[in-house]
């Protein structure tokens, strides 16, 4: 259903994408939440490497996103149309609230560093509210190379 890997990535990496999204991603608002897309994307080649080791099949990338969750600001739960493998790691570590959500029932606090992949277009998720802060995710969206692997 989905695979949580704490601690996975380097906090200065993290650290680094935080802290230069806003220059390096276009804003692209999306209800009360905002959402900022890759505008170059020469950046995939900075950005992918760092979850090659998560996914043992080559795959193509979507879209890849940064969502700002501010205080009061969660996501519904959804399923994701065009994603396979949905991979969302967690950027900040500067908030309270903002759980990720899967199937209505299951709450997962990530940490900075942490990485959860699912099959987005299968599984129903969203982030609860959050309470004081901000939440940072960097988020992929993907699909196999090969269409056997879906």
Same mark, same amino acid.
């Given at each position: ?16 994408? /935080? ?6 991603? &276009?804003?692209?608002? *999306?209800? /009360?939440?905002?959402?900022?897309? @890759? ?33 009061? @600001?969660?996501? *519904? ?9 949905? @991979? ?13 959500? @899967? ?11 942490? &990485? ?5 277009? *299968? &599984?129903?998720?969203? &982030? ?6 901000? *939440? ?15």
């Amino acid at each position: 259903m989905y695979t949580l890997h704490r601690g996975f990535l380097d906090h200065s990496f993290c650290d680094y994408i /935080a802290n230069t999204y806003k220059d390096t991603f &276009v804003h692209d608002p *999306r209800g /009360a939440w905002n959402a900022y897309t @890759i505008r170059d994307k020469s950046l995939y080649s900075e950005i992918l490497p760092n979850f090659f080791p998560l996914v043992d099949y080559k795959f193509t990338p979507n879209w890849i996103n940064i969502t700002e969750y501010t205080k009061g @600001i969660g996501l *519904r739960h959804h399923k994701d149309s065009e994603s396979s493998l949905t @991979i969302v790691s967690e950027i900040s570590d500067n908030y309270t609230g903002g759980r990720f959500i @899967i199937n209505k029932k299951t709450y997962i606090k990530l940490n900075k560093g942490d &990485v959860l992949t699912f099959n987005g277009s *299968r &599984v129903f998720h969203g &982030v609860e509210k959050v309470e004081e802060g901000t *939440r940072l995710s960097l988020n992929i969206w993907t699909k196999p190379k090969e269409t056997h692997l879906i």
